[in-house]
């Protein structure tokens, strides 16, 4: 679940987001019980429409809150106790109120955030593309709409300073207010302002995203709560006045350039027939498109409507769970060297078209990948193809194999292993299950795992193991990557650094890919102690080894073989891994008793 996006939403949000400014100051200052309930109401509201807005918030509400106290307690001299216990309690309510209206989004918010990847945000991809380079503000490249920001951003330092040199008494408040508007606006324009490095390198705000679209009445609306929180008086007829220009001339401003260079571009011809073309196919299925070119980029939001099909890709795609799942099948497509691998993807999420169009630049590579995955071209409408799977696929489909994956690394395994069996994901903890949960499932995955307490996490797999149970573990991002007894199991797990090619007994190391990461090396867990079988070894230490407990038994893999397997799209290694977890067919529809 990610943030709304689109223009409407961030609009929005950024003409709320003055409002949690006004709600500090309430905070402080106190109120009537009506501009209380209306701040409460404020507050919540920025929650449903955009909540990065509101965590963006959080610096400049700190920065008034702070400086309004120091303003308050000179004005008091000697502040009583009670005054700050009441403010707390005010903000206590206050935001406790709004985050309760708010709980129909925060709660299951809160609950999937474990499907949500923030870090992605390191990607400087988000920056390149939606942010602008002061220089276009000369070049005029993109519009008034993309680059007015930088032009106004001193507006609210500016406004600021002016009143207080005519208002010295209220130097304070002007400086929290300037100061906060301030940082408001310039986090919104992401990496080419010197504040970029902060999405960066801070830890905090690298978990959010830029914020991008800023419209000169976003810049009114935070102005005009400014004005509220002063209390600027004067003549209301002059005020009137001016603020009726100001909308006229901003109306102009943000319009103008939209209609003046507006051209409507009309739906890809060739594109909108492929998608006829699909839609008359009345099977259920999903379209892949690795290789489209439109010169209108959002018209991709409208093929699910003009198919009629489920069609992967699309303009806002930040909330798509399968959003990394299909950005990684892309890059195994391009690269094409791994056809086992995309057949896994096409047949686990009933890709039974894909869409090519031959004007991309990687389009001879994709389609010969496509090709080798097993589809066949079955259109052509000009320029773009329209490929069809070969076998019989649909979202219905033999469900085989459960497994039980546990820690954070479980969605590796899913994109690994997804046309060998089904992959439940089990969180991160261990003891958060019971045996009777494990049970349930013939083989368990520890990949990434943690544990809260590590008797009853040994206990409740020992117990697993003694009834029948096939674990399977790699310690990497584990708490037990260095430890001499791996949950009680008798081996010890320690890190070792590879780099380049390397020979492993029991595999065909010729056919490994090399353990590079990144241009730099490979650090990997590997085992050393007992084991009833060594299957992989590396040196003198175990990379593969079997160990039998009870009526079960432990799969130790190292070197992080997992991950490997599919950061190369590596065929050998993942037919190496099937054919190691490979369940007797008597067993498909197992449940330990």
Known sequence: MGAPEGNLPMTLGYSLAPLTLLSVHLVVEGGSRCDFLLSVLGVSALIYTHHTTLISSLAPMGIYALLALVARFRRMERAPLNYYAKAGFRALVMYGLALLISSAWLIPFILEKGYMKPSSVDNPFYFEFWSVKPLDVLLRKHGYVLYQGYTLLAAPLLAASIYAARRLEEKWRVAAMAAACYLLLALSFGKYTPLGVVYLKVPFMKFM????FLSSYNLLASLLACNLVMGVGGDRRSIAAVAAIALIAIHVWDVYPHTAHFEPVELDEQYEKALRYLSRDPSMFRVFQPAVVLSQGSAISYAPAISGKDILGGWYTEASLLQSEIGWLT?????EESPGL???????YALKYALCDARCPAYSRIYRSLLKAGYREDARFDYMVVLRYNESISYLRSLGSTALAIGTYSPTLA???????????GGKYIDDHTVEDLSNYPIVFLYGYMYKNVVKAMSILLSYLEMGGTLVLDTWGSPDVTADNVLGLGFQSRILKLDGCVELTGLNSSRLSPF?????GWAATVYRGHFDEVVVRVND???VGILRVGAGRVVAVGLNLFYHALYYGNEYERNFIAGLLKIPEYLLDYHIE
């Open 541 to 543: 230490s175990v990379v």
């Open 331 to 335: 890059y195994l497509v391009s690269r």
């Open 342 to 348: 995309v057949r896994s993807y096409v047949v686990s």
């Open 415 to 425: 994109r690994l292993l997804s046309s060998y069996m089904y992959i439940e994901y």
């Open 209 to 212: 995203p830029p914020l991008r």
């Open 516 to 520: 590079r990461y990144e241009g730099g």
